[in-house]
């Protein structure tokens, strides 16, 4: 028996990863207990989708259990043993916002919950491939002291800067603003090296951008093109946060990502740190991704400026995947944004339809 053991396991990247893996002829081990409902509320619920992962997928199995939760995540590891030859670390507090408002549970989950994982797994199955999807803020807010230029629609780097293709993994993660979530994350993603340096573990930090696809529970503080689409097709007001709406993002479609999952499992390395997004294959600025959404849907959306950006915010961040590809040559991006959005709408036109 093999087994992928994922927290998170009902949301985006979670779920994608539990039906990718099980298609393999893996034994997929869920954990996930909801928290996003917590941190969004309702609308943010994963529920829907873990039903569905129980229904479609016979070879998931579910487990309510809260990753802070030590003995009752040990049990399930016990339980298991070495016949876990993969874990997917999915499971966060993913927003900045939130995190100010109890640094206590963001620190404990982002923190605490990923030591608990590394330490189970080094306990009982040392040699399974540990990914862990970290984020682009440990950088905090150093790249927004790029050099920068406004253009019509976006901010863009200068060309003849080094970063120009995307940010790289040799950026500084100190001394810098991260917001309370980043500084969680920052603890995480050293953890994870360190398990790989410190024990010879084959552990992965993936620093991603914006994660996006059709199954995010999308919500104003986390899922910024999911939230976004929804808004335009439901008639949702939707509010722009500083920068004049120009700020940029890349995304990276679910199941690019979990492609990228697949080849560190197969041929997996210690102490690894990948910068991982849609890089300059699919990026898009907030004024971008609500044209390329109206013109989709046909719909206007109902938004307000507000000029004052989100703290610890990045005004540009693209990834430079130019790391990841030299160590898995096979792999690239398949989703730039406008077939991104395009999905989104299709998959969700009767869940999203207008108020």
Known sequence: MSVALITGSAGLIGSE?????????????????DMRRYFFGEEASTRWNRSRLERQVGNYSHHDVDIRDYPALEAIFRRYG????????????PSHDWAAREPFVDFSVNANGTLNLLE?????CPEAPFIFTSTNKVYGDTPNALPLEELET?????????????????????????????????????LVQEYGRYFGMM???????????????????HGF??????????????????????????NIHSADLIAAFYEFYQRPRSAEV?????????????????AEGERITGR??????????????????????????????????????PRILREMYEVNEERWAPA
């Open 17 to 33: 990863a539990a039906r990718f893996f099980a298609g393999l002829g893996m034994d997929v081990v869920g954990l996930d207990n």
């Open 82 to 93: 070495r016949d876990i030859s993969l874990v997917i670390h999915t499971a966060a507090q």
């Open 120 to 124: 189970a797994t080094r306990q009982h």
């Open 154 to 190: 976006r901010w863009e780097i200068d060309p003849a800067h080094r970063y120009s293709p995307g940010i790289a993994e040799d950026m500084s993660i100190d001394q810098s603003k991260h917001s309370l979530f980043g500084a969680s994350k920052v603890a995480a993603d050293v």
């Open 203 to 221: 552990t992965s930090c993936f620093r991603g951008g914006c994660l996006t696809g059709p199954n995010h529970s999308g919500t104003q503080l």
């Open 225 to 250: 093109l999911a939230y976004l689409m929804k808004c335009v097709m439901t008639g949702t007001p939707y509010t722009i946060f500083g920068y004049g709406g120009k700020q940029v993002r890349d």
């Open 274 to 290: 990948y910068n991982i997004g849609g890089g300059r294959e699919s990026n898009c600025s907030m004024l971008e991704a609500i």
């Open 300 to 337: 206007k959306l109902d938004f307000t400026y507000l000029d004052d950006n989100r703290s610890g915010d990045h005004i540009w961040y693209v990834s430079d995947l130019a790391k990841f590809k030299a160590h898995y040559p096979a792999w690239g991006i398949s989703y730039d944004v």
